[in-house]
């Protein structure tokens, strides 16, 4: 096995009992990225000269942090301070803020090697599309917004990716993707310094290859209860299966994918039990589209103004109010939106995870449609924690991914959940 096949937890592993070293794995890592590259088009920015500095520097360091060595990739609208963050828009090309985002100087701080920047959907929310393909499919999206970082941790590139999700954006790349996901429980995270489209949404993700990788990235950030331990096997989790109030808008490939790995639960010995949600979340779909949009009039104001002509019509049309959102109307969203999250927390302790699909199913051809968010932005407005997991194929042998959901707060022990059920989730498991 090559280093760049070594999930990060693998390769921590073995940093760790010195038969592998930060700037050995680095180099995989570009070899993968040189000879895949050129189909996927993951990245926005490489320095392999640099890299492979700061990798064997990593060597030397006495004090080692939980994500010692490893490489990770940044997605291009959160900042580094030696490299460009375009946010893939014509506006900011080769701009350098000479900064870190707070996501990535935590990384750093923990030993981390920042390999390079992930192309991204214009501002991580509408306008210009990445370049990114799909590794299983080129003629497939990979999802957005966070395209090249799923599909870089997809395709070997690198162990780690950050990803951010106002919608469905960490969630369903990994879906479509065929790799391990989190968005963890709104504001844990510090989003200084990636750029803002909704602050009532916006969250900082990432992606690994089996859920001990997430955890690292969760151990960096300092979860809340990670020192805490689910005390269970799968044979006594209690998982409630939803399809929620968008069901009939899933395709044949994920409605078969969630009963699929519901299935393969019960067979493991899991209590799997369907759940109905309350009336009032009918609603929630509606209500994160009001508050995206009537926030994202304010995000994109700067540009507006500053620099109309080279703003794309989407974000014009955001600025401008195209769809109509009141005061009122925006009031009402996150009225009810505190509604359903304490509706939603209140099922707990009487489920570990609710189980519910990750994507409308596999990856849609073309760069430009990325995909429908329906299956992730009623969790981003509820500020739940999410873990996306694979589970099996669509009918053009895409993955179709499936997500289990906790609490608020609750992302130890739904990570706990994630460990147990990926070996049975998932039938090409290697964690």
């Not at 090559?2 to 890592?29: D, I, M, V, Y």
């Not at 003629?139 to 966070?146: K, L």
Request: proline share 6%.
């Amino acid at each position: 096995m090559e280093p760049w096949q070594l999930t990060a937890s693998a390769a921590r592993a073995k940093l760790r009992e010195g038969s592998l070293t930060a700037e050995a794995l680095l180099r995989s890592c570009l070899e993968r990225i040189a000879a895949r590259e050129p189909v996927v088009k993951a990245w926005t920015f490489l320095d392999p000269v640099a890299a492979v500095a700061k990798a064997r520097e990593a060597d030397k360091a006495d004090l080692r942090g939980v994500l010692h060595g490893l490489p990770i990739g940044v997605k291009d609208m959160i900042e580094t301070a030696d490299m460009p963050t375009t946010y893939n828009s014509p506006i900011y090309q080769g701009l350098r803020q000479g900064r870190d985002a707070a996501c990535v100087g935590i990384a750093r701080g923990e030993g981390a090697v920042i390999l390079g920047k992930t192309d991204t959907v214009e501002f991580a929310a509408a306008g210009r599309r990445a370049m990114t393909r799909n590794p299983h499919d080129p003629a497939r999206t990979p999802g957005g917004s966070s395209s090249g970082s799923a599909a870089a941790v997809a395709d070997g590139m690198v162990p780690l990716a950050f990803g951010t999700q106002t919608g469905g954006s960490t969630i369903r790349p990994g879906s479509f993707c065929g790799v391990y996901a989190m968005k963890p429980t709104h504001g844990v995270v510090n989003t200084e310094g990636a750029k803002r489209y909704s602050h009532t949404l916006d969250t900082i993700g990432w992606y690994g290859r089996c859920p001990a990788d997430l955890r690292l990235l969760a151990e960096a950030f300092r979860l809340f209860d990670l020192d805490r331990n689910l005390g269970k096997g799968v044979k006594q989790l209690r998982i409630a299966l939803c399809r929620g109030p968008n069901w009939h808008l899933a395709a044949p490939e994920s409605q078969a994918a969630l009963l699929l790995a519901g299935q393969r639960l019960e067979q493991a010995g899991a209590a799997v039990e369907e759940l109905q949600l309350p009336q009032p979340f009918e609603g929630v779909t509606e209500a994160q589209r009001v508050v995206l949009l009537g926030e994202g009039r304010g995000a994109f104001l700067q540009e507006y103004l500053a620099d109309h002509a080279r703003l794309h019509a989407d974000f014009r049309d955001r600025v401008e109010n195209f769809a109509g959102i009141t005061a009122a109307r925006q009031a009402a969203a996150y009225d009810l939106a505190a509604e359903c999250r304490k509706l939603f927390d209140a099922l707990f302790p009487g489920f570990d995870a609710v189980l519910t699909p990750a994507a409308v199913g596999e990856a849609p051809l073309g760069r430009q449609d990325t995909g429908n968010p329906v299956f992730n932005s009623m969790w981003t407005l509820l500020h739940v924690p999410c873990v996306g997991i694979p589970c099996t194929t669509g009918p053009n042998g895409l993955p179709v991914g499936v997500q289990i959901v906790g609490p608020r707060f609750g992302d130890a022990a739904l990570l706990d959940v994630a460990a147990l059920a990926a070996p049975v989730i998932d039938p090409d498991f290697a964690g």
